[in-house]
């Protein structure tokens, strides 16, 4: 049967039947091992990789989209809780398309499609509510589509417009958002987040929107700002991040002086968040340059003895200083001169419009402690003053530096170092221990792979031997059991000799015997058999 399989077959049938059944077990299990292990990685690699198809779906909208891919026969997955349906990415754009056409997600009652609803008996009350609702899920669907954002809900107070009213109401609005717990919203998405519904609706301000997160915390109040979205914004949190560089800054430099570990520097700082204008204007003039504009008007009365006119007094007599004139007027002296002058100067006028930023330092207090240990022959005077320029401490505004020298505890830094000492020691003693057990699962592989080949070794030289050779070998063995038999026979008493059911049994016994010891000698020593049969063959020839 087997000689019509082809060769490289029968080689591997001879192969496999030639090992011991320590390594045909070896063999059949590294082969089961391969075709599992090739089994799972090609059903890994042909499983399709998944993407978003829709994300934060109602339950409603969820399983209508569920039903339809399972009659469409496409696979699917589900995540967060149900809201996310995933499905094979190279069928996410066609599978869209497929279930817009089916109304799906059905968004029928949220956004503008809301003001689609309405008919001509709808009263104003609902025209305005379905318009505020509308705007609501418009601005919730816009801002779910901001990075880091998988779910949001805006309210908006819209007060009513009263023309008899001189002061409106301001419109109000509140925003829940839901992040990622991994990776919360920074300070720049809730500006973004309050600029964005402030610029959606009429008249809103940006300091009248509320931003809360779903776990419950304010990410912005009512005044415009962010606070307190992951230590990176807000007033308290600038205020530890300037605290914290400080004492970063003049730690460098104390750990220079006083040695790693002797110094200690708590700073204090009152920043001022207070967002200030200032406008200046200056006004300047060159006499050099001409005007822009000039108006001038002069009057002058100059009169002599003779005056031909005058102002008369009563009686229709001349004043003093004019002689009489015909009629009974007379005439006198007099000066009289009138000027006016208008000019307007070209002035250059400078605006300045500067405005502070919030962030400025009111007060710095700055507290040195150093290891008086270490620090004997340190002047804290000195240390004051280096303190005093690195921080730039202005007494001025009330800045304090406060330096002073005590003994310090060193029992925790000497319990942390001797920990991280026996951690150390016993990560190098698990890392030794893992090369030895490396090392020894090593060696037993070697120690497998000789034996096998050794093993196998012999058995190819025992499939080495001739046909000639093991019908020599078989004779041999036949002749040495002979030769057996006959001194067994030689040494049996003469009593043995009388039962010959005994020595029958005697007799087979010795040959199993005989066997057994000339099969262990050809398995022990089958080159020193090998040899001797080829000499026997050789003489047999030369006979």
Known sequence: MTDRLPAPVRR???TFRSFTPGQKAVTIAAVLALVIGGYFFATWASKPSYSILFNNLSAKDASAIVESLQKAGTSY??????????????????LRLSLSSEGLPGDAGTGYSLLDQQGITTSDFMQQTNYQRALEGELS?????????????????????????????????????????????????VQSIIHLVASSVEGLDPTQITVAGADGKILSTGGGAAIGTGGDSGTEAQTVAFQNRMNTSLQTMLDSVVGRGNSSVVTTAVLDFDQTQTTKKTFNSDPSVPALSEQTNREA??????????????????????????????????????????????????????????GGVQRLTV???????????IDPAQVQQL???????????????????????????????????????????????????????????????????????????????????????????????????AELNQAIPAQMLEAGMARDDTNVQ???????????????????????????LAADVTR
Request: charged share 20%; glycine share 8%; net charge negative.
């Open 141 to 189: 669907a816009t801002i779910k589509s901001i990075q880091g954002v998988e779910a949001a809900t805006v309210h908006l107070v819209i007060p009513k417009k009263d023309v008899f009213v001189d002061e409106q109401d301001k419109p109000t609005a509140s925003v829940l958002v839901a992040s990622s717990s991994t990776q919360p919203l920074s300070a720049d998405q």
């Open 387 to 485: 303190v005093s320029a690195a921080a730039g401490i202005d007494g001025t505004r009330g800045d304090t530096v406060a330096v002073s020298a005590m003994p310090f505890d060193q029992s925790a830094a000497q319990a942390a170092q001797q920990a991280l000492t026996a951690s150390t020691v016993a990560a190098q003693e698990a890392k030794q221990m893992s090369l030895i057990k490396t090392g020894a699962l090593g060696a037993i592989v070697v120690v497998l792979l000789f034996l096998a080949w050794r093993f196998s070794r012999r058995s190819r030289k025992r499939r080495g031997l001739t046909p000639e050779e093991r019908k020599h070998l078989e004779d041999m063995q036949a002749a040495l059991e002979a030769q057996r038999l």
């Open 510 to 536: 010795a040959r199993e015997d005989r066997q057994r010891e000339i099969g262990q000698m050809v398995k022990d020593q089958p080159d020193e058999m090998a040899v001797l049969l080829r000499g026997w």
């Open 367 to 377: 507290a040195v402690l150093l290891n008086s240990n270490a620090a004997g022959t």
């Open 77 to 94: 997955e589900l995540a967060n809780d149900g809201q996310t349906v995933l499905v094979p990415q190279d069928q996410v754009n066609e």
């Open 12 to 14: 591997v049938t001879n």
């Open 301 to 358: 009365y100059n009169s002599a003895e003779n005056c031909a006119g005058g102002v008369l007094g009563p009686d229709n007599i001349a004043g003093p200083g004019c002689a009489p004139a015909a009629g009974g007027s007379s005439a006198g002296t007099g000066q009289y001169e009138n000027s006016s002058t208008i000019r307007n100067n070209a002035i250059n006028e400078t605006q300045e419009v500067r405005k502070s930023a919030p």
